[in-house]
C-alpha cells in the first residue's frame, strides 16, 4: 500500500513564527503536492514539484514556500505564518504524465495560527 | 483554464436513500475524472475514476459515468449507509498535466 504521511495531525502556532509542515511519502512518486481545504473552497492547490529540487507555484503560492531535498520527502513551510492560514492543509503524491494515474492523499495537517 | 463545479451541500439522506452527487467539467481535451472520499478525520481517499468517454467508474456500490456529451461526471448509489456519510470531492486532472483540479466538496450525511 501507498503511504503518504504528514509529520503531524494538529499544530498551534503564534502569528509571526515560522512553520514547517513535512510529508513523506514511500511508493518513489515524483510528484508531490500541497494542498490547503477550507470549508465551501475545497482543495486549492498551493505548490507543487515534480521531481527532487524542482517546484511550481500553484493557485495560492503567497505566504508559503516549499523543499524538496529527496525524492520521498516534500516540505511546506510558511515564512510568517498569519491567522488566515489557519486551515486543513494536505499533501499528496502520485507518478507523472499521461495516463490515469491516481493521487494518494496524507492524512492532513490540521493547523491552527494564533 | 480547467475546473470542476460540484453540487453544493450538505446533503441529508435517509438510511437506504438514493444518492446523487451532480459534477460538471470544463477542460481542454480529455481529462480524466475522479471522485474522492474523505471521511471525518482523514485524508482523502480515491472512490472511483474513470478515462474516456463513456467509461463508467465503479467501487463500493457507488457509480459514475463520463458524459463528454454534458461534461458531466455524476455520483450515484441506489442505497446509501450510514458509514457513506463523508465529504465527496469531483476532480479531474488534464491530458499531460500532472495536478487535479477539485471541486468545493459536497458533505453527505446519512441518518439511520
Known amino acids: 500500500d501507498v503511504k503518504v504521511t504528514q509529520s503531524s495531525r494538529y499544530l498551534v502556532k503564534r502569528t509571526g513564527e515560522k512553520v514547517f509542515l513535512e510529508c513523506v511519502q514511500d511508493?518513489?512518486?515524483?510528484?508531490m503536492f500541497w494542498y490547503r481545504q477550507d470549508p465551501g473552497l475545497g482543495l486549492r492547490l498551493i505548490y507543487f514539484s515534480y521531481d527532487v529540487k524542482m517546484k511550481e507555484k500553484g493557485d495560492i503560492p503567497e505566504g508559503y514556500s516549499v523543499s524538496r531535498e529527496k525524492k520521498e520527502r516534500f516540505s511546506l513551510i510558511l515564512e510568517s505564518a498569519s491567522t488566515n492560514q489557519t486551515s486543513m492543509y494536505l499533501c499528496?503524491?502520485?507518478?507523472?504524465?499521461?495516463?490515469?494515474?491516481?493521487?494518494?492523499f496524507g492524512q492532513g495537517t490540521r493547523l491552527t495560527v494564533v | 483554464g480547467d475546473s470542476v463545479t460540484q453540487m453544493e451541500g450538505p446533503v441529508t439522506l435517509s438510511e437506504e436513500a438514493f444518492l446523487t452527487i451532480n459534477c460538471t467539467y470544463t477542460a481542454t481535451g480529455y481529462p480524466s475524472l475522479f471522485w474522492y472520499v474523505q471521511y471525518p478525520g482523514e485524508g482523502l481517499q480515491l472512490l472511483l475514476k474513470?478515462?474516456?468517454?463513456?467509461d463508467k467508474g465503479s467501487n463500493k456500490g457507488f457509480e459514475a459515468t463520463y458524459r463528454k456529451e454534458t461534461t458531466s461526471f455524476h455520483l450515484e448509489k441506489g442505497s446509501v449507509q450510514v458509514s457513506d456519510s463523508a465529504v465527496y470531492f469531483c476532480?479531474?486532472?488534464?491530458?499531460?498535466?500532472?495536478?487535479?483540479?477539485f471541486g468545493t466538496g459536497t458533505r453527505l450525511t446519512v441518518i439511520p
Open positions: 476532480a479531474l486532472k488534464g491530458p499531460g498535466a500532472n495536478n487535479l483540479f
Open positions: 511508493m518513489d512518486h515524483e510528484n
Open positions: 474513470a478515462t474516456k468517454a463513456d
Open positions: 499528496a503524491s502520485k507518478y507523472p504524465g499521461q495516463g490515469l494515474t491516481e493521487a494518494f
